[in-house]
């Protein structure tokens, strides 16, 4: 079974970047479709974005578009998610996932990790 580490997250000011990774072991990433979603406390999951394991189509949430850019790094076996021009409202615990679909993005979450925490505040 693919199990999935985020990393990357941290405290950031508005308008800051950072970049999350998502690493696998004991599998190659580039075969899977990847999401990334996001849960900030009290609220409900809320898709950001999917790379696709075949063809490698991208989709991004209207709240994101613009300013997320997901990515693989096959060479390195990593899955990217940058993101810039962050807002408060993007605070929340980042989670990267494969997909029940496997190859193509559903949004069906199948597996992920233990999360990484995005805090945007001044």
């Known amino acids: 079974q693919v199990q999935l580490v985020e990393s990357g997250g941290g405290l950031v000011q508005p308008g800051g970047s950072l970049r999350l990774s998502c690493a696998a072991s004991?599998?190659?990433?580039?075969?899977?479709?990847i999401n990334w979603f996001r849960q900030a406390p009290g609220k409900e999951r809320e898709g950001v974005s999917c790379?696709?394991?075949?063809?490698?189509?991208?989709r991004y949430a209207d709240a994101v578009k613009g300013r997320f850019t997901v990515s693989r790094d096959k060479a390195k076996n990593l899955v990217y998610l940058q993101m810039n021009s962050l807002r408060p409202e993007d605070t929340a615990v980042y989670y990267c996932?494969?997909?029940?679909?496997?190859?193509?993005?559903?949004?069906?979450?199948?597996?992920w990790g233990q999360g990484t925490q995005v805090t945007v505040s001044s």
């Open positions: 996932a494969t997909d029940r679909a496997v190859t193509e993005c559903s949004g069906d979450y199948y597996a």
């Open positions: 004991g599998t190659t990433l580039g075969y899977y479709a």
């Open positions: 790379i696709g394991g075949g063809d490698g189509r991208i």
